[in-house]
């Protein structure tokens, strides 16, 4: 079993940013893909970005394309999304997800992930 959990989520002004982390604990060794997806009040969860095992291919939703940057730290289990020029459509609840299919080099699907975490929320002001 893997144990993903997220931290970093908050409060911020529209234009502002944040930097959420996901830290995985148990059977890391298993993780292939990671990534980041969110859900906001009313509507499906979303593919935000992903990276893949190494960190060298990574995937944006068109929506956060020049303002979010995914990253990862595979020496201290930890996935990164820095948040920059964030907006009110922004505000969701953003959960940290993982795979262990390795022919996945990316996760865009919920359906392409094993693990969850439990979610941190974010809320952009107008």
């Known amino acids: 079993q893997v144990q993903l959990v997220e931290s970093g989520g908050g409060l911020v002004q529209a234009g502002g940013s944040l930097r959420l982390a996901c830290a995985a604990s148990?059977?890391?060794?298993?993780?292939?893909?990671m990534g980041w997806f969110r859900q906001a009040p009313g509507k499906e969860r979303e593919s935000v970005a992903s990276?893949?095992?190494?960190?060298?291919?990574?995937y944006y939703a068109d929506s956060v394309k020049g303002r979010f940057t995914i990253s990862r730290d595979n020496a201290k289990n930890t996935l990164y999304l820095q948040m920059n020029s964030l907006k009110p459509e922004d505000t969701a609840v953003y959960y940290c997800?993982?795979?262990?299919?390795?022919?996945?080099?990316?996760?865009?699907?919920?359906?392409?992930?094993?693990?969850w975490g439990q979610g941190t929320q974010v809320t952009v002001s107008s």
């Open positions: 148990g059977r890391t060794f298993s993780v292939y893909a």
């Open positions: 997800a993982a795979s262990f299919d390795g022919h996945l080099l990316l996760i865009k699907k919920t359906s392409e992930c094993d693990y």
């Open positions: 990276s893949s095992r190494s960190g060298g291919s990574t």
